[in-house]
């Protein structure tokens, strides 16, 4: 019974000090703390009609974490994501890719076909370039359960498990985990 209730009490702290973390509601904005933040780019001229939904599913993460930052790439120039709209299932690199690096976003028709929602299917595949692995099973206020969300699912938002990871692999130099490379595939 004590070491239940001790759980419980070190689980509510541990919900009270990701929901406090800095960046949770703030639009970026440059400040002194932020000056080691990482700014990604991503490269949408593949994207197809994707393009939109690339863009909100880029300001998800923008608007959740602040360690790192993804920026559409103006034409032409290098970006560290490449997203590339297909007719496959969606897939991607998995990170976390740094300045410099090369990820990979395979935005997938399929999924789209089967009902997907295209803006949790492009907050999902970053998350993967960010450095986050599939959590399948998982329900819909995860973002990266993916399809096992189910296919009326709509969140876009990474919860506050999903936002401290990768506040983990932008954050500071000891968190850091080398870019991990494989393609993961995220068919049902
Ligand atoms: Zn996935």
């Not at 002194?32 to 939904?53: Q, W």
């Not at 690096?101 to 295209?118: L, M």
């Not at 296919?151 to 498990?161: E, F």
């Amino acid at each position: 019974m004590l070491r239940k209730l001790g759980i419980g009490i070190m689980a509510a702290a541990a919900i009270v000090t990701l929901s406090s973390a800095p960046g949770a509601t703030a639009a970026p904005a440059p400040a002194p703390e932020r000056v080691a933040a990482t700014t990604l780019y991503y490269d949408d001229s593949r994207a197809g009609e994707f393009k939109g939904a690339v863009a909100a599913g880029a300001e998800q993460w923008n608007s959740t974490v602040e360690n790192v930052t993804l920026v559409r790439a103006p034409a032409g120039t290098r970006a560290e994501i490449r997203i590339i709209a297909d007719d496959g299932w969606p897939r991607a690199t998995l990170g976390p890719v740094r300045p410099g690096g090369s990820a990979t976003v395979w935005f997938g028709r399929q999924a789209v076909y089967q009902g997907y929602d295209p803006t949790r299917i492009a907050a999902h595949e970053l998350g993967h370039s960010l450095g986050l692995p599939d959590r399948k099973p998982g329900p819909c206020s995860s973002l990266m359960s993916g399809s096992t969300g189910g296919v009326n699912c709509t969140n876009a938002t990474p919860n506050a498990t999903e936002q401290a990871q990768v506040e983990a692999n932008y954050g500071f130099a000891a968190s850091r985990i080398p870019m991990d490379g494989r393609i993961v595939v995220d068919a049902p």
